[in-house]
């Protein structure tokens, strides 16, 4: 059976991220990066809304506040460096009425408190002169939030990881991982559909939607420990008209309760369409549908501050589907990135509950496994 030093499960834009990150730094160590899709990127990370953001909503001091603030910056940098395409447009937060406008001056403190130290608040003619038409009473303008193309993201990444001496196997579907002392047994499916193993001394759980079964095959109970994952839903709704080209910035209601989501947001794509969504309903099932159904319920949402819309505006787009820990009704649950030597694992590094900003906070996180990994 092969050794190696360091295998990382899952070629999403956090795995490539510390696939490229970990190959930098550690030169002398052997490197495989095991992806169960054809290539990479064919889950959460091409489904979601390409949003760089700022860090405004989290609590102060979790990782998710901390490492998005960092993200940021970082993912600014890079995308200048390797010429991602991106666009730092902006976004504002709205109140829609008076009854909104305490909850922005909370997001307003909060986002300062994160360290985001760009937030303005609008008035309603100030919010005219920028987005003439949006109805909102007052806004906060985060011009720090942009769009990213994910893919360019992800392809540069993968190329830096190669470069750099990595093996990326795709059509490798991990199935099993036992632990013996501190080595770590993968047994993964190969692309003729046979079973293989191989074992290493680093073992880095970048799984998303199946982080948790990783974690369970090693007999660890992801229920005592709080890892399991929830699936939740978010689809979005498009404007595929010229109406896309009456707003430029990110548009964003406050967000729902305990963080479940932003709400539904108007958010712009880099070749300039406008997008709805996500809305936010957790699920049994893995797929990708979008429910036509649901039109109404984004119409509702999106007319309360951008009146310009007609219901036959609105067209089914795409869905992504967060991997929650964060069970329904339970309150707000941070990023899990964690090194499990307290339970007994050493060389078993979790990413658990990578949802949003995960995409911001890519590189930033694989700066966090990067200090781990000796
Ligand atoms: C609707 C929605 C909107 C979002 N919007 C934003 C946003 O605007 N900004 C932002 O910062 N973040 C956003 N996010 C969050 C962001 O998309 C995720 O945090 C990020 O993509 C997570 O990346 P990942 O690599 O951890 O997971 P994934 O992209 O899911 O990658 C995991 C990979 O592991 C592979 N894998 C799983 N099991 C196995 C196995 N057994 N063997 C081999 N491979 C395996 C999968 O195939 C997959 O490729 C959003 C998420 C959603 C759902």
Redesign the pocket.
Known sequence: MEKIDVLI???????LAVAAELSKQFKDKSLVL????SKF?????S?????I?SGIYYPTGSLKAKLCVEGNQRLYQFCREWEIPHKRIGKLIIARNETEIPALESILAQGRKNGVSDLEILDRDQITKLEPNIRADAAILSPSTGIIDSHKLMLRLEWLALERGAIIAYN???MKVDSKGNEYYVTYRNPTGQLESIHCSWLIN?????SDR?VSSLGINIDEIGYRIYPCK?EYFSVTNTKSSLVSRLIYPPPLKELKGLGIHATKTLDGRLRFG?NAFYVETLEYNVNENHAQEFYNAANTYMPFLNPSDLHPDMA???PKIQAPGDPFRDFIVCHEVEHGFEGLIN?VG????????SLALAEIVKGYVH
């Open positions: 499960i899952g070629a999403g834009v956090v795995g095991l992806e169960q899709h990127g064919q889950e959460t990370s489904r979601n809304s390409e949003v953001h490798h579907e991990v970048c799984a998303g939607l199946n990783i978010g996500p992504g589907i967060r990413l990578i949802e949003s900003p995960g995409l911001t906070s």
